[in-house]
């Protein structure tokens, strides 16, 4: 799944959250994916800080995300 910075849904998220488990986890692989894809910004160019202000709402849109994370299980 490719994430364009500037247009992250309800969808997405919820779909990334049932891939993850939960929604912190979620959050944090949409952020990656839309981090890679940021444009470059120019000097007369505002379009980092409106790109910065859509992962925080993306972020707040999902919710603070759950407390524990899900656990892996490794055998010794």
Do not use: C, N, W
Not at 31 to 51: E, H, N, Y
């Amino acid at each position: 799944m490719v994430v364009d910075a500037g247009h992250v849904d309800i969808p997405t998220i919820f779909d990334a959250y049932k891939k993850s488990g939960d929604y912190g986890t979620a959050v944090e692989d949409l952020l990656k994916q839309a981090i890679l894809t940021l444009p470059r910004a120019f000097d007369d160019d505002s379009s980092a800080s409106m790109t910065i202000d859509v992962l925080r709402e993306m972020a707040t849109q999902a919710g603070t995300g759950s407390t524990q994370r899900k656990q892996v299980h490794t055998r010794t």
